[in-house]
DNA sequence: CAGTGGTCTAGACCACGAG
DNA sequence: TCGTGGTCTAGACCACTGC
């Protein structure tokens, strides 16, 4: 199976991409039916819905019923973000990692999460201060609240062994989530914990999950200068 | 068609969504054949499939030939960033987008960008400034470099109407790039183009694309004080 | 080598939504 | 309303890779 083989979906996709990136078929166009293409091509309508269900998944046609597919008028820009866990990122790169738990404590929801955390308004929440290192060097601050309905053994835990971030992976799955990336100044605590001058930029990353309805926890996690999230599109 | 039809490849997907998050497949743990699982939920092992390769493509699972499916032993936070056009994310927030074109000239690729760029090193790029805005507030900073082997026509271009973001969408699709987020700190320029106090952390963005083996642009767009980049997971 | 996922087929029915 | 994509089936062969 060759890439330029028309026979397979890849093969099909191949084509069907470089007709879109020649030109053949400009954006906004029509393209024709997938019983047309699976006739043009000799193969089954399935071979090519596959083919165009690919592209459409990644913006770059518009399939709609009865209206048939068109070419994107305004192909988004979608990247896959992987997001590791943070031992494994760190160890990836050929680092050993090491983290410390600056701070533990059950207290209430912070009035500023009441929004996104939306129940269990009364109840308090597991706090939590983590540095992570790499080669000893600072790598991450993170301060995370865990939800102890969603996850309640954790109120048992202490989290200096295995991290809070890969515990909850392995112990509380979620169904969805928010995820959100911007950027801080390091102000007085930030600065010391991740050995950075006083107002250095840092790029900060937060996440919300869900179980069903229920919230498990918040996250916000503060990389060392320097960092960056990478991907390919 | 509901979730909990277990003749659709939905259906089927949500129960063995249901069976990982009960744990009653443990993560690393082999789970049942797709011929097994077809018989189980009486379809075509294909409806099957299509639910297995979905979870496989969230990250949930991993397939093997011959060594068969798992539950994945660290399932990594994979999310999708839809980055779209400048002026579209603008609208789509209520409100009008309007660019400036600060600076457009012929120059030598600057160094920096030589082991990204690799080929053309000795013709000239158009590098471009250009500052947007959204309802006149200034949103977001952008350098480019096109290369003007990729995109010839952008020579006669002005770039004052459309933007050179949105012309290279519409004219010189890209087959592959990279992508990467990071923070800065404002400096002097960048303080005063986005009006921010000198220092503020600002979220970055740059992204390199070609189209094949020839490189096409490479952008920075460095963003208005607050901005987050936002998704679900 | 043989078991498992990957893919293709030919045909069918259905859901959606544009016209 | 009816054309188009969405999905399902039953069966088949193939490719990879662990045993």
């Known amino acids: 199976m060759s890439l330029s083989d028309t026979n397979s979906w890849k093969g099909i996709r191949t084509e069907l991409l470089r007709r879109i990136h020649d030109r053949i078929w400009q954006p906004g166009e029509q393209i024709p039916h997938e019983a047309d293409l699976a006739e043009e091509f000799g193969c089954a309508r399935t071979t090519v819905n596959r083919a165009l269900r690919d592209l459409a998944q990644s913006g770059l046609v518009v399939r709609k019923r009865r209206a048939g597919t068109r070419v994107a008028l305004n192909p988004p820009q979608r990247a896959t973000l992987t ?35 939306q129940v269990t308004l009364g109840a308090d929440v597991l ?22 309905e969603a996850a ?12 809070a971030n890969e515990w909850l992976v392995h112990n509380a799955p979620y169904t969805h989530g928010d995820l959100s990336f911007f950027a801080v100044n390091a102000g007085d605590n930030l600065s010391r ?17 869900w179980s ?6 918040h996250v916000r996690l503060i990389f060392a200068p320097g960092y960056r999230m990478r991907t390919e599109i």
Chains 1, 2 share one sequence.
């Open 83 to 117: 997001i590791p866990i943070i031992r494994e990122e760190i160890e990836a790169l050929g680092h050993t990692y090491r983290h410390s738990l600056l701070e533990r404590d059950l207290r209430p929801l912070p009035p500023v999460l009441h929004g996104a955390f």
């Open 127 to 148: 706090f939590l201060k983590t540095l992570h290192f790499a080669d000893d060097r600072p790598y991450a601050y993170e301060e995370r609240y865990i939800n102890l």
């Open 152 to 163: 309640p053994e954790a109120r048992d835990l202490a989290f200096d062994r295995i991290s």
């Open 193 to 209: 914990q991740l050995d950075a001058a006083e107002g250095t930029a840092l790029f900060a990353m937060e996440r919300i999950t």
């Open 212 to 217: 069903a309805d229920l919230p498990i926890t």
